[in-house]
């Protein structure tokens, strides 16, 4: 018998003082909840249930869509789009947004997901993740439509993110901190076992794909030099690197430890007219949403990601987050820049 706090006991009794609370908003979490646990299944599974490789498609972002990214889309859906919680979802994984089907109430929030977080690491049993973000859909009843999504992160209801690591965790905001579950396969429930989480305000490691080195600004260039640079140059102390290519793990292991994670804008990029690498309503506002709940930053280079007005679904930007001092001192490099 377990004597832990599971997350629905948790969440039901953080919404019990929000005033005007109906009971939708915990119930939409918990439908995401068992939604997270179905995929922490079939990851679990791999190769036995026949789940890994790639498909034969291309999602909108020009990505060949992997098995997984396919199947957990699908599993979001359907968890989610019956209970008359939500208005309509949009994913990675979907070209348009998707109405709920008309044989099912439409509910007042929208919900925003990257199913499959890191799915270049599913072939090789690297930790993946799913990432979540919750809005208010603003206005009238009408058929809701792209517009309602285009919401800065500081709009943001709640966020989160399932890591299915070496065990499944659930780590969630609701603007009240963060707080993380690890899930007790035993009993198929979540477990509060990180209370308030926070990121150190300083650190001796970051996170980059250094193979795009020589397309970075010179801010991104000079702050990581500096850090290559050790005990010698103008930090005075060597630094670590890790690059797990899961954005779900680096954010996890900053929140765990401390850190910096840079998916920075790059001249490659730019040259194909990308604004960045990763999404800003299914990852970079979810993300930023949780880091700064931990007393973190997260930036683009010279903007605060939450900030931003979104201008369209999948809009692509730069990200700079973790340790608040850190992050701090990126931004100052991009003012001088
Ligand atoms: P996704 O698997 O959802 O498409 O996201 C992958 C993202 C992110 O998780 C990770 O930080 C980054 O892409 C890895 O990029 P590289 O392959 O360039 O290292
Ligand atoms: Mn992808
Ligand atoms: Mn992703
Ligand atoms: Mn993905």
């Known amino acids: 018998m377990h004597n832990g706090t599971t997350i629905t006991q948790f969440i039901i009794e953080e919404q019990r003082h929000v005033a005007g609370a ?18 922490s299944n079939m990851v679990n599974q791999g190769a036995l249930v026949g789940v890994l490789g790639s498909a034969e498609s291309e999602n909108i972002q020009g990505e060949t869509q992997k098995k997984l990214d396919i199947l957990t889309n699908e599993v979001f859906i359907k968890s989610n789009e019956w209970a008359g919680h939500l208005a309509a979802m949009a994913s990675e994984e979907m070209d348009t947004i998707y109405d709920i089907p008309a044989k099912y109430p439409r509910g007042k929030y929208l919900l925003t997901f990257d199913p499959l977080d890191g799915s270049s690491n599913i072939d090789v049993n690297v930790s993946v993740g799913t990432i979540f973000s919750i809005l208010r859909i603003q206005g009238g009843d009408g058929a809701p439509s792209e517009r309602d999504f285009l919401q800065a992160g500081t709009q943001q209801v709640a966020a ?94 900053i929140l765990t430890r401390g850190g910096v994670f840079m998916y920075p804008i790059d001249s490659k990029m730019k040259s194909k007219g990308l604004g960045g ?42 990200v700079i987050l973790g340790s608040k001092n850190e992050v701090e001192r990126i931004l100052g490099y991009h003012d001088q820049a």
Not at 163 to 185: A, E, H, I
Not at 237 to 249: C, E, G, H, T
Not at 298 to 313: C, F, K, V, Y
């Open 22 to 39: 109906t009971g939708d908003f915990t119930s939409l979490l918990n439908d995401i909840v068992t939604a997270c646990k179905v995929i």
């Open 277 to 318: 690498k990763l999404r800003l309503l299914y990852e970079a506002n979810p993300m930023s949403f949780i880091v700064e709940q931990a007393g973190g930053g997260s930036i683009t280079g010279a903007e605060r990601i939450m900030d931003l007005q979104p201008e369209s679904l999948h809009q692509r930007v730069p």
């Open 160 to 253: 989160g993110y399932a890591l299915y690591g070496p065990s499944t965790m659930m780590v969630l905001t609701t603007g009240k901190g963060v707080n993380g579950f690890t899930l007790d396969q035993s009993i198929g429930e979540f477990i509060l076992t990180h209370p308030d989480m926070t990121i150190p305000a300083d650190t001796r490691e970051f996170a980059i794909n250094a193979s795009n080195m020589r397309f970075w600004e010179p801010a991104v260039k000079r702050y990581v030099q500096e850090c290559l640079d050790g005990k010698e140059g103008p930090r005075g102390d060597d630094f670590n690197m890790r690059w797990i290519a899961s954005m779900v793990a680096e954010v996890h292991r």
